[in-house]
């Protein structure tokens, strides 16, 4: 069982930047995908983005392509998600995730706790 904990979330302006970090613990990182979900207040959770095992791919939805980047260090076990050029329509809380991508679809199995990000306009 993995347990992730998520940390850098905050209040920021539009057009700032967050660095979210997901540490790992209980079992190494590297055997799994990694993903960011988000839920907005109101709004149903969803997909962000996924990372592969070793990193060799990324997937991003269209809300946040070219503004966010999802990376990982398997040494550290710990992915992170950069954001860049923060929007109101960002502000949500943003989970951690763990699964399997296989075929094109990602399925998440271990989940953090969640950070707050808000963004002011």
């Known amino acids: 069982q993995v347990q992730l904990v998520e940390s850098g979330g905050g209040l920021v302006q539009a057009g700032d930047s967050l660095r979210l970090s997901c540490a790992a613990s209980?079992?190494?990182?590297?055997?799994?995908?990694m993903g960011w979900f988000r839920q907005a207040p109101g709004k149903d959770r969803e997909f962000v983005t996924v990372i592969g095992r070793t990193g060799d791919y990324t997937y991003y939805i269209p809300a946040v392509k070219g503004r966010f980047t999802i990376s990982r260090d398997n040494r550290l076990n710990t992915v992170y998600l950069q954001m860049n050029g923060l929007k109101p329509e960002d502000t949500a809380v943003y989970y951690c995730t763990s699964g399997n991508w296989e075929n094109g679809r990602y399925t998440p199995g271990n989940w953090g706790q969640g950070t707050q990000v808000t963004v002011s306009s």
């Open positions: 209980g079992r190494t990182l590297s055997r799994n995908a």
